[in-house]
C-alpha cells in the first residue's frame, strides 16, 4: 500500500465541528494530527482535548485564503515531523441565493474560501509528497455539489468544483502515489451555519434567516453525525478510495442521476417549489 506509516495529518479547519471529530479520531487512531484553524484559540483547544485523550499534535493558525499561511503550515511540519502523509481540505462556509440573486461579493467569498482552499492546500503539499513519494489528499466537498439544490448556488457550484478538482488530481497524482478523497455528505450535525452568519463581504450575508431554519431542521433529521463522517473518510485514506458520501440515501441518490438524470430533475421538480417558496 502506500506509504502513510508515519501517521501525520493536517486538518484545515479543525476548531469546530467536522474539523475538530476528524483531529479526535485520527488521534485515536494514533496519527498526529496538526489541528489549524483561522481562529487559533479553537485549534488550541483541540488540541488540549484530544492530548487529554492520550493522542499526539500540534496547533496552528491557518487562514486558507492565503497561500503564505499554507506554505508556512507545511515548512513547520517538514521541520517538526520531518513531512506530512495526509491533508485534508475541510474548512468551510455556506451561503444561500439563487443564481439572479446571490451578489457577486458572496460567490467571490464562498469561492475563495470552499475551493480555492482546497486547491491552495493541495498546491501547497504536492511537492512534499512528490519528494516523499507518497500520501493521500481529502477534499471536503458535498452531496449538494452533486445534487445542485435550489437556492444554495454559489455553494452548489463551490462544491461541484471541488469534486471536479478532486478527481483532476487523483489522475494527475496517481504515478506519484498520492491517493485522492472527496467527501460529500448530506446534512449532518454540525456548526456550518454558526461559522458562515454576517461573514461575506460588503452585506452579503452567507444565509438568511429563512435558510437557517430549514437547514437547521435537515441537520437536527439527520442520522449521521460528524464522527460517523470522519470514520468514513479515515476508512476512505486507508483504502485509496475516491467517492466518500457517508448517508446511504445519498449513495442512492447518487447513482438515480447518474444513471437517470432526467427521472431525477423530474423527481425532484416538486420539492424545489417547495424548497423555493421556504426559503
Keep these: ?22 483531529a479526535l479520531h485520527f488521534a485515536k487512531n494514533g496519527w498526529r494530527v496538526a489541528c489549524t484553524d483561522r481562529d487559533t ?7 488540549k482535548q484530544l492530548e487529554a485523550a492520550g493522542g499526539q499534535g500540534l496547533a496552528m493558525t491557518l487562514d486558507v485564503t492565503s497561500d503564505a499561511s499554507f506554505a508556512a503550515a507545511v515548512e513547520t511540519l517538514k521541520k517538526s515531523w520531518g513531512g506530512l502523509d495526509v491533508l485534508i481540505n475541510n474548512a468551510g462556509v455556506a451561503s444561500a441565493g439563487t443564481v439572479e440573486d446571490a451578489p457577486q461579493s458572496q460567490w467571490d467569498w464562498v469561492m475563495n474560501i470552499n475551493f480555492y482552499g482546497c486547491l491552495r492546500g493541495a498546491r501547497a503539499v504536492i511537492p512534499l509528497m512528490k ?28 462544491k461541484a468544483a471541488v469534486v471536479s ?22 446534512f449532518f450535525k454540525t456548526n456550518l451555519l454558526a ?19 430549514i437547514v437547521s431542521r435537515l441537520m437536527d433529521k439527520a442520522m449521521i453525525t460528524a464522527d460517523h463522517v470522519a470514520a468514513d473518510i479515515l476508512d476512505a485514506v486507508m483504502n485509496n478510495r475516491f467517492m466518500v458520501i457517508p448517508h446511504p440515501e445519498a449513495r442512492q441518490r447518487y447513482h438515480f442521476k447518474r444513471f437517470f438524470p432526467e427521472r431525477f430533475f423530474k423527481a425532484a421538480q416538486k420539492s424545489t417549489v417547495k424548497f423555493l417558496q421556504k426559503s
Excluded: W
Aim: net charge positive; hydrophobic share 40%; with cysteine.
Design 165 to 186: 478538482l478532486s478527481e483532476t488530481l487523483r489522475f494527475e497524482l496517481f504515478p506519484n502515489h498520492i491517493g485522492v478523497s472527496v467527501v460529500c455528505p448530506e
Design 1 to 22: 500500500m502506500r506509504n502513510l506509516l508515519d501517521k501525520r495529518v493536517l486538518i484545515t479547519g479543525a476548531g469546530s465541528g467536522l474539523g475538530k471529530s476528524l
Design 131 to 158: 519528494t516523499q513519494n507518497g500520501g493521500h489528499i481529502v477534499n471536503v466537498a458535498s452531496f449538494a455539489g452533486i445534487a445542485n439544490p435550489p437556492a444554495m448556488a454559489s455553494y452548489n457550484v463551490a
Design 195 to 213: 461559522t458562515s452568519q454576517a461573514t461575506a463581504p460588503n452585506g452579503a450575508p452567507g444565509t438568511s434567516p429563512q435558510m437557517e431554519k
Design 41 to 47: 484559540p479553537t485549534a488550541a483547544a483541540t488540541l
